[in-house]
Every structure is written in C-alpha cells, then in structure tokens.
Nanobody, 127 residues
C-alpha cells in the first residue's frame, strides 16, 4: 500500500510559478511509476508529468502542453515527488493529483493504470 499526500497548490497570476509536492510512503513505494495528473470538471484526468521512482537515470515524461515549463523531480531526503510549474497559463487551472503505479512508466498518461492516488491540490491561474 502506497500513501500519497499532495501540497503546494494555490492561486497565481499568469506567468507565475508554483511548486507542488507529493509526499509518498508505504512498504511498496520503491519501483513505482510516479506521475502528476490534472483534471477539470467534465473532463478526463490528464497526465502532466511522470518519472520512474528510484532510478537516477530514468527518463522524465511530460505532456506536450507543459514541456519546457514544468519539471518533475524526486527529493529522496524528503521522500517526495515534486512538480515545479513555471510560466503558468490560465489553461493550467485544474485539480492536480499525484498517482503511483507498480511497474514501469510506459503508459504513464493512462490514469487507469495507477493504483494509488492522493486527495488532490487545486491550482488556479488567473489572467
């Protein structure tokens, strides 16, 4: 069982930055694909960024809409997966969720492959 708790959401003007953090714990936390998703009412959950936990040489994955603006990273000292979001746009407004999936990140954009979820943190970007 993996437990996930997100933090760091809030309101910011367009062009600003926010940093989200996902605190992960549990006996099966290693060797998991960790990813950030976002969802707006009436739409499907969308994969934003993903990384394979525990491999310093692993590739990070990004949705085309956030590539170059968002960075996913691991903080091993804090046991968190962080999402640095720069140059935020109003269309980035959503509830952001941290997800964990046993195995690799080959299908990291598919939320149905993730077994564990945090409660979500709201990000609002005003124009």
């Amino acid at each position: 069982q993996v437990q996930l708790v997100e933090s760091g959401g809030g309101s910011v003007q367009a062009g600003g930055s926010l940093r989200l953090s996902c605190a992960a714990s549990g006996p099966h936390y290693d060797r998991t694909c960790m990813a950030w998703f976002r969802q707006v009412p009436g739409k499907e959950r969308e994969g934003v960024a993903g990384v394979y936990r525990g491999n310093p040489y692993s590739t990070s994955y990004y949705a085309s809409s956030v590539k170059g603006r968002f960075t996913i990273s691991e903080d091993n000292a804090k046991n968190t997966i962080d999402l640095q979001m720069n140059s935020l746009k109003p269309e980035d407004t959503a509830m952001y969720y941290c997800g964990a999936a046993h195995g690799g990140c080959m299908d990291w954009t598919d939320p149905s492959g993730f077994q564990y979820w945090g409660q979500g943190t709201q990000v609002t970007v005003s124009s």
